[in-house]
């Protein structure tokens, strides 16, 4: 049975910053895509990142705009955990964040993926 569960969300002032981690269980992370999504109050989830281990101690990373610069994902494959380092945020970063989970190439479309944790509460004040 596959289990993934984020931790480290919380409170946090605007502009600093915050680590979340999504341990997995019943999947091996280096053969997946993992992947970030965030859901708001009001809005639908959006894609964050995601993480792909490409062999050779290479990893893909892609982010969405907005995260850029900004939010890095990596992962720690020996402990099968998923990390999201989150710098300089701000109030509309607020959302419930999830980690995901796909086989095959990485994607932005939360339809694609086949695992999803409860999620973690984020929320920055301003």
């Known amino acids: 049975q596959v289990q993934l569960v984020e931790s480290g969300g919380g409170l946090v002032q605007a502009g600093g910053s915050l680590r979340l981690s999504c341990t997995a269980s019943?999947?091996?992370?280096?053969?997946?895509?993992m992947g970030w999504f965030r859901q708001a109050p009001g809005k639908e989830r959006e894609f964050v990142g995601a993480?792909?281990?490409?062999?050779?101690?290479?990893?893909?990373?892609n982010y969405a705009d907005s995260m850029k610069g900004r939010f890095t994902t990596s992962t720690d494959n020996a402990k099968d955990s998923v990390y999201l380092q989150m710098n300089s945020v701000n109030p509309e970063d607020t959302a419930v964040y999830f980690c995901a989970a796909k086989t095959g190439r990485s994607s932005v479309r939360e339809d694609e993926y086949e695992y999803w944790g409860q999620g973690t509460q984020v929320t920055v004040s301003s």
């Open positions: 993480i792909r281990w490409s062999g050779f101690s290479t990893y893909y990373t």
């Open positions: 019943g999947l091996t992370v280096s053969n997946f895509v």
